[in-house]
């Protein structure tokens, strides 16, 4: 098989992999509402958390990044083997990426990436990634906002690569994905300089009644 085509099929696969909702896996699994119906409606683990249980964020956050990481671990280990062009492994970080962004599974409404931009980055290269996690971490349990975090993380994670590497294929492909990760938070953004930005684990008037099925009486 020709290795365009093999790289063909490794970004398909990877973007059909970003596609899967850990979100609504995890609601379903912990017998949650869906997550799209309350909150920011985003299907992700900080709106999950929202819904008050906490072992259902965590699986969100662990497999959102574990599709990441996932798929550009394999795109890194079995490139050069198969003699797949140099890109292909930015190929299939941008596409699992923007599967969890655009999901073919969810009409293309997915979640706003921080969790597998963190597994694709820690898969590129593990201090990058962890330098990256860091500033999340450090940002977010220092203010308590979650999407400042991601915003802050965005910003520094391609100064990282572009300081470790120089100017590098992979660096233009980080430097997409921390831009997409910006225009997600846009409204974020907004509302934290209006001061109307909830916090990590607040929960909206009334969210609680809808976060979790009616028990029968």
């Known amino acids: 098989m020709p290795p365009s085509l093999l790289t063909l099929l ?17 609601s379903r699994l912990f017998g949650l509402a869906d997550p799209r119906s309350y909150g920011s409606k985003n299907p992700g683990a900080t709106n999950v958390l929202r819904s008050g249980h906490k072992g259902a964020a965590l699986f969100t956050l662990l497999g959102d990044a574990a599709k990441g990481w996932l798929a550009v671990f394999l795109a890194t280990r079995y ?3 198969w003699g797949l062009p140099d890109y292909t492994v930015g190929l299939v970080a941008l596409a699992v990426f923007f599967g969890h962004l655009y999901p ?31 500033t999340w971490l450090f940002v977010a349990f220092t203010l308590r906002y979650s999407s400042l ?8 994670a391609p100064v990282f690569a572009l300081l470790a590497w120089g100017k590098d294929g992979m660096v233009v492909a980080i430097s997409i994905i921390s831009m997409a990760l910006i ?17 990590l684990g607040s929960r909206k008037k009334g969210q609680e009644s809808t976060s979790r ?3 029968p009486r």
């Open 10 to 26: 490794g970004v398909l696969a990877a973007y059909l992999l970003g596609s899967v909702s850990f979100a609504l896996l995890a």
């Open 79 to 81: 490139a050069a083997p």
């Open 104 to 134: 073919v599974f969810l009409n293309f409404k997915g979640g706003k990436g921080v969790a597998t931009a963190a597994g694709v980055l820690l898969a590129i290269n593990l201090w990058l990634g962890l330098a990256t996690l860091a």
């Open 149 to 156: 975090a991601a915003l802050v993380a965005a910003t520094a």
């Open 183 to 199: 225009g997600k938070h846009w409204q974020n953004l907004q509302r934290l300089m209006a001061g109307s930005e909830p916090k």
């Open 213 to 215: 099925p009616a028990r």
